[in-house]
T-cell receptor
Framework: AQKVTQAQTEISVVEKEDVTLDCVYE???????LFWYKQPPSGELVFLIR??????QNEISGRYSWNFQKSTSSFNFTITASQVVDSAVYFC???????????FGTGTRLTVIP | DTEVTQTPKHLVMGMTNKKSLKCEQH?????MYWYKQKAKKPPELMFV???????INESVPSRFSPECPNSSLLNLHLHALQPEDSALYLC?????????????FGDGTRLSIL
């Protein structure tokens, strides 16, 4: 069975603070893919990153960074020097090769206070 | 602006009405998806079209009827909906039907059933 857990329902930070969003996943497959999507109030989901199970390298893109650790089944997302525009719901998601579904976590609502 | 366009953005309808949601993309993607998202919940996959053919139906009630007239368009016909069908309906596309690939989402249609 596949499952994604985002234990943090809501987080509030003050602008310029760093914030880490947690994602823990469960799967029996050895080949799988993890995603992060951002959903601002406008509604669309914006793709942020995809990571496959064979690539444990951490990635940095501007103020965003991701820490993938297979040993703890986690794929955490850090925003450095947060900005008001980062306020959104962030979803972590999991799928496998040939799968018919994309398993989303329940999302973390991030509010960045000016 | 997103590359996947959904219309209308908002729709209010009675339980006896017939209406349609529309989705359009011009990225040359051959897979298109419908998701339903209730408030404070993650998106749930409803239908997948691959090369204009219905590939996946996640046991969606027949009051929802999808249609893919061509590779750029995806419709969702609604008839005799229930109040619990009120939700945000998201359309997405990807180059091929491969859930390993990132999907491009539209802004969604916020549907309210009276």
């Amino acid at each position: 069975a596949q499952k994604v857990t985002q234990a943090q329902t809501e987080i509030s930070v003050v602008e310029k603070e760093d914030v880490t969003l947690d994602c823990v996943y469960e799967t029996r497959d050895t080949t799988y893919y993890l995603f992060w999507y951002k959903q601002p109030p406008s509604g669309e989901l914006v793709f942020l990153i995809r990571r496959n199970s064979f690539d444990e390298q951490n990635e940095i893109s501007g103020r965003y960074s991701w820490n993938f650790q297979k040993s703890t089944s986690s794929f955490n997302f850090t925003i450095t020097a947060s900005q008001v525009v980062d306020s959104a719901v962030y979803f972590c998601a999991l799928t496998q090769t040939g799968a018919n579904n994309l398993f989303f976590g329940t999302g973390t609502r991030l509010t960045v206070i000016p | 602006d997103t590359e996947v366009t959904q219309t209308p953005k908002h729709l209010v309808m009675g339980m006896t009405n017939k209406k349609s949601l529309k989705c359009e993309q011009h990225m040359g993607h051959r897979a298109m998806y419908w998701y339903k998202q209730k408030a404070k919940k993650p998106p749930e996959l409803m239908f997948v079209y691959s090369y204009e053919k219905l590939s996946i139906n996640e046991s969606v009630p027949s009051r929802f009827s999808p249609e893919c007239p061509n590779s750029s368009l995806l419709n969702l016909h609604l008839h005799a909906l229930q109040p619990e069908d009120s939700a945000l309906y998201l359309c997405a596309s990807s180059p091929r039907q491969n859930l390993n690939q990132p999907q491009h989402f539209g802004d969604g249609t916020r549907l309210s059933i009276l």
